[in-house]
């Protein structure tokens, strides 16, 4: 029974992975969808760092520099 249970769940992890990937892929993932989405890779550990000449690596460079952007005042205790 548990063999039957874990591969069940192998199949369902794989199965939401593969409709996630195929909402992202068409463009019609949602925006509840796309937090479903970074969770799951999230739990599953899944990182990456930003390399040029990738869609990653290129919305990182066009992000602005976050001190260009917020400026911090210091508070008094």
Do not use: W, Y
């Amino acid at each position: 029974m548990a063999r039957d249970a874990n591969e069940l769940l192998s199949e369902l992890h794989a199965d939401l992975a593969m409709h996630l990937k195929c909402k992202l892929d068409d463009g019609t993932i949602s925006a509840s969808e796309l937090g479903i989405l970074r969770q799951f890779l999230k739990d599953n550990q899944i990182t990456a760092q930003p390399v040029e000449g990738t869609p990653f690596g290129d919305l990182a460079k066009a992000l602005p520099d976050i001190e260009n952007v917020v400026s911090f005042r210091r508070q008094r205790a």
